[in-house]
T-cell receptor, first 111, second 116 residues
Framework: QKEVEQNSGPLSVPEGAIASLNCTYSDRVSQSFFWYRQYSGKSPELIMSIYSNGDKEDGRFTAQLNKASQYVSLLIRDSQPSDSATYLCAVNRAGFQKLVFGTGTRLLVSP | EAGVAQSPRYKIIEKRQSVAFWCNPISGHATLYWYQQILGQGPKLLIQFQNNGVVDDSQLPKDRFSAERLKGVDSTLKIQPAKLEDSAVYLC??????????????FGPGTRLTVL
């Protein structure tokens, strides 16, 4: 079992729709959770971080964390073609700064 | 605030040759990371420095890869000799325990290595 699992996609949504990206992790002592966006040929860029169970909203983005079920998700409202990218889920354990990344989900937003 | 700087941006070498990458972290960031990202995969941590000391190098292939951060600021990652499977993007990141976003890792533009 991989430490961090994501569906590789592509996830295709029309412009204006809600895109839902999911991530599961295996290590129950994981403490911090991050979503990075990576455009083709570019480096990862932090979108959101979440540390506590529940929802965290930032503009069009909402991160959701459920530690009991060991999953974290990212919702993108009013998806735009410029949101088309690979979204990487990353996790680290309490006391460690090391991030473990999933393979990423490719999102395609069509006009 | 300047971001993480890396050079070169691209490098093409033949197998068995050596190559070195350079990284300069965000000013004041004590922690520096080197990641390897193979096409279609997420970044994999190779080595983590705290100031000039190694915190984690458990996934660094030490028979061919080496890294240093002598003065606790910039860092170099070396591969000698390179293999075909080393073709990847090498990403440098840095973080700080303080500030508005503690321990958040910020990535440089990466070095795309092609081994022929």
């Amino acid at each position: 079992q991989k430490e961090v699992e994501q569906n590789s996609g592509p996830l295709s949504v029309p412009e204006g729709a809600i895109a839902s990206l999911n991530c599961t992790y295996s290590d129950r002592v994981s403490q911090s959770f991050f979503w990075y966006r990576q455009y083709s040929g570019k480096s990862p860029e932090l979108i959101m971080s979440i540390y506590s169970n529940g929802d965290k909203e930032d503009g069009r983005f909402t991160a959701q964390l459920n530690k009991a079920s060991q999953y974290v998700s990212l919702l993108i409202r009013d998806s735009q073609p410029s949101d088309s990218a690979t979204y990487l889920c990353a996790v680290n354990r309490a006391g460690f700064q090391k991030l473990v990344f999933g393979t990423g989900t490719r999102l395609l937003v069509s006009p | 605030e300047a971001g993480v700087a890396q050079s070169p941006r691209y490098k093409i070498i033949e197998k068995r040759q050596s190559v070195a990458f350079w990284c300069n972290p965000i000013s004041g960031h004590a922690t520096l990371y080197w990641y390897q990202q193979i096409l279609g995969q997420g970044p994999k941590l190779l080595i983590q420095f705290q100031n000039n000391g190694v915190v984690d190098d458990s996934q660094l292939p030490k028979d061919r890869f080496s890294a240093e951060r002598l003065k606790g600021v910039d860092s170099t990652l070396k591969i000698q000799p390179a293999k075909l499977e080393d073709s990847a993007v090498y990403l440098c990141a840095s973080s700080s325990p303080g500030g508005r976003t503690p321990n958040t890792q910020y990535f440089g533009p990466g070095t795309r290595l092609t081994v022929l």
